[in-house]
């Protein structure tokens, strides 16, 4: 086919290229322009629905919801404005062709989209016979084996010299601490070697024989 030939139809395709994205420009500038806000909530309308996607399909305009549900676009009218979220269903508004008012408030609920799947059942070996076969040869260990060494003197000293302190020891020690920075404060700390007292105690109790009787 001869360029000649091929000149028409290419000068057709041009001009519908030119002239039709200008009507559909020229349609959208004679529309009003609408401020499109709103809240997304749950099914049960308890809890505010962010992230969800908020767009015109075919007009590359579009926004999400925040945090609180909460979204606001700008629309024309006659626009169909869709909202999809994964886990709901798909939501589509119409905005009307005549609009008094230059915005549209809308409060909308989008609902759970419940997909049912087939019950699978998996099995580690490929049938059931062979499932048997390797349950009967299973070599099952005594549970009270396993709890007598569990349970072994030396088992529990190890764990106890590991063990961290409980909340009572915690709070003892916590004690001991106010106290000793207390008597800090109104003087240094009374050492128990030079207490006059003390050696008179430990004097008779020697006489007494204490550390005989202790023996």
């Known amino acids: 086919m001869k360029i000649t030939q091929l000149l028409p139809f290419v000068l057709i395709l041009a001009f519908g290229i030119l002239v039709f994205p200008s009507q559909s420009l020229a349609q959208d500038q004679d529309k009003k322009v609408i401020q499109l806000s709103g809240i997304i909530l749950n099914a049960d ?34 626009d169909s404005v869709v909202f999809t979220f994964i886990g709901l269903k798909k939501q589509s508004f119409k905005v009307p062709d005549k609009v008094d008012n230059d915005r549209i408030s809308l409060i909308l609920t989008m609902q759970v989209d419940e997909i049912a799947l087939a019950e699978i059942e998996v099995m580690p070996y490929p049938t059931e016979e062979e499932f048997k076969k390797a ?35 915690n709070y003892r020690y916590f004690q001991q601490g106010q106290m000793l920075q207390n008597q800090d404060l109104y003087g ?28």
Not at 139 to 159: F, G, K, T, Y
Not at 189 to 214: C, E, M, T, V
């Open 45 to 78: 309308s308890t809890d505010a629905v962010p992230g969800v996607n908020i767009y015109v399909p075919k007009k590359g305009r579009g926004t999400s919801s925040g945090r609180f549900g909460y979204f606001s676009m700008p629309v024309l009218e006659g």
């Open 135 to 169: 349950v009967i040869a299973m070599n099952v260990v005594d549970p009270m084996s396993i709890s007598r060494s569990n349970m072994s003197p030396e088992m529990l000293l190890r764990w106890a010299a590991s063990m961290p302190a409980s909340g009572e020891e």
């Open 188 to 215: 240094p700390r009374p050492l128990r070697i030079l207490d006059p007292f003390a050696w008179s105690q430990f004097i008779r109790s020697i006489k007494r024989g204490d550390l005989k009787n202790k023996n």
